[in-house]
């Protein structure tokens, strides 16, 4: 039985999803979310995959009440998913760290509370175009994934290679492409097409794509790529925030 609503639960926190113009109203702009409870760690515990951060976001939602945390953008996804951490646990958060530099192994504690969130602007649309591309010339129209896309592609790739043993590469990678295209030229075509699109296209028409859609995209949310001084050599170097099992699960010093 959830206790979501718990009165008990008192430690509770309101924030402004990063991506409120993506869903054209559909979606409220500010989300409630209360610290994790022992029944939360117990759900957290029992999977190792990624659909278990929708589940626990939704179980700790105060408010909105009626909206499916699949169909949030992965980048609101991500941001309600530190803002559960910080919530739960506090800001600090204790990463490990190898110097490119010297080789040295650097301890350090980031505070997640102080990490750039961009948001996305009044006049964003979605879908967005990206094109022409460089060598076919074609116009493609997209749209940023979701968490129920990045969970369904999940499945659909493990049901092919299950299907298809001998299946030469990664399923994701042809079916990532696929969910991020809605149209081609103006025209909606059905998956299997646009698969077979994918698979043809030009190898600089794909590194374009590949470019532009990123840079929108990834542009948006918490900027987990931060700057570290090395104590040992004195020298600046930038890192992508990992995330380990003191994420969800610090320790405490004495």
């Known amino acids: 039985m959830s206790n979501k609503n718990d009165t008990r639960v008192a430690i509770q926190e309101t924030h402004s999803i990063p991506g409120y113009n993506v869903y054209g109203g559909r979606v409220p702009r ?11 760690e117990k759900m957290r515990l029992s999977s190792t995959g990624f659909d278990v951060i929708p589940r626990l976001i939704s179980a700790c939602t105060v ?3 009626n909206v499916d945390i ?8 991500q941001f309600l998913m530190y803002k559960l951490r910080t919530v739960t646990y506090g800001p600090d958060y204790k990463i490990t760290l190898r110097c490119p530099h010297c080789g040295d192994v650097v301890d350090t504690t980031v505070n997640l509370d102080n990490l750039e969130v961009k948001v996305v602007p009044d006049d964003f649309v979605e879908p967005f175009e990206i094109g022409p591309l460089p060598v ?4 493609l129209e997209c749209r940023i994934l979701s968490s129920n896309d990045f969970m369904n592609i999940e499945r659909e790739a ?5 299907k ?3 299946y030469v590469g990664d399923p994701e990678f042809i079916l990532g492409y696929q969910y991020k295209i809605e149209k081609i030229n103006g025209e909606e075509l059905p998956p299997f097409k646009v698969q077979g699109y994918i698979e043809k296209m030009n190898a600089r028409d794909l590194r374009y794509f590949d470019s532009k859609y990123n840079k929108i995209a990834e542009g948006y949310g918490i900027n987990n790529i931060s700057t570290q001084t090395c ?5 600046d170097f930038n890192f992508v925030l990992p995330i380990n099992d003191e994420f969800f699960r610090p320790t405490y010093d004495d």
Do not use: Q, W, Y
């Open 30 to 40: 500010e989300f409630t979310i209360r610290a994790m409870t022992t029944v939360e």
């Open 63 to 65: 408010s909105p009440e």
């Open 164 to 166: 298809n043993p001998n």
């Open 231 to 235: 104590p040992h050599c004195g020298k």
């Open 158 to 162: 493990k049901r092919i290679k299950n």
């Open 136 to 139: 076919s010339k074609d116009v």
């Open 70 to 77: 699949g169909d949030l953008k992965l980048f609101d996804v």
